[in-house]
């Protein structure tokens, strides 16, 4: 099985089953584009890499520039010329994880290169499965949609799916094949 046979598939609106060979080539393409977005980027950025915004407003006097010189600063141009935002979290606590909110509260150096025209996707795990359990992270990117101005692409919320391994054995990995394709 290759990327025609899973196309194929899903241009019939049929499922992939958690566990197939063409949920496995879906995994497999997914790891090549995340490698050839590494790439194309100019290299693989831990999240560690980004500290947290210390609030100083030195940006607000230094035409945007942040004083924390980390991985953040590379990337402040190329969010800038995105057309796309895609938030990508586990969810901790019934909010997004430590590191992402990082590089959005380091958002505040570009705030007024970054507000309006751009679409914004929300992906998220969770171990819980509760009806609930996204509302709070879903009520927080819906503020930032707000305040950015920003349109939503679409949220995917991966509930009940505390590590990889079953995330893979569910629909969600076709479900966001599904929504990227919408776009």
Same mark, same amino acid.
């Given at each position: 099985?290759?990327? @025609?046979?899973?196309?194929? +598939?899903?241009?019939?609106?049929?499922?992939? #089953?958690?566990?197939?060979?063409?949920?496995?080539? *879906?995994? /497999?393409?997914? $790891?090549?584009?995340?490698?050839?977005t590494a790439k194309l980027n100019g290299q693989y +950025?831990?999240?560690?890499?980004?500290?947290?915004?210390?609030?100083? #407003?030195?940006?607000?006097? +230094?035409?945007? $520039?942040?004083?924390?010189? /980390?991985?953040? @600063? =590379?990337?402040?141009?190329?969010?800038?010329?995105?057309?796309?935002?895609?938030?990508? =979290?586990?969810?901790?606590?019934?909010? *997004? &994880?430590? $590191?992402?909110?990082?590089?959005? /509260?380091?958002? +505040?150096? %570009?705030?007024?290169?970054?507000?309006? !025209?751009?679409? &914004? *996707?929300?992906?998220? =795990?969770? %171990?819980?499965?509760?009806?609930? =359990?996204?509302?709070?992270?879903?009520? @927080? %990117?819906?503020?930032?949609? &707000?305040? *950015? @101005?920003?349109?939503?692409?679409?949220?995917?919320?991966?509930?009940?799916?505390?590590?990889?391994?079953?995330? #893979?054995?569910? !629909?969600?990995?076709? $479900?966001?094949?599904?929504?990227?394709?919408?776009?």
């Open positions: 099985m290759d990327i @025609n046979d899973l196309l194929a +598939h899903l241009n019939r609106g049929e499922a992939v #089953e958690g566990g197939s060979e063409l949920h496995q080539v *879906m995994i /497999d393409l997914s $790891q090549k584009a995340l490698k050839l +950025h831990t999240p560690e890499e980004v500290k947290p915004c210390l609030a100083c #407003e030195y940006c607000a006097s +230094h035409d945007g $520039q942040c004083v924390r010189k /980390d991985a953040m @600063n =590379t990337w402040y141009e190329k969010l800038i010329e995105a057309d796309m935002i895609v938030f990508v =979290t586990p969810l901790y606590y019934y909010g *997004m &994880s430590a $590191q992402i909110k990082a590089v959005i /509260d380091r958002f +505040h150096a %570009y705030n007024a290169k970054l507000v309006g !025209n751009k679409k &914004s *996707m929300l992906l998220a =795990t969770s %171990y819980g499965a509760d009806d609930w =359990t996204m509302k709070a992270l879903e009520k @927080n %990117y819906e503020s930032i949609l &707000s305040f *950015m @101005n920003w349109n939503d692409a679409g949220k995917l919320f991966a509930t009940g799916c505390p590590v990889r391994e079953v995330i #893979e054995q569910t !629909n969600f990995p076709n $479900q966001a094949y599904i929504l990227g394709k919408s776009l």
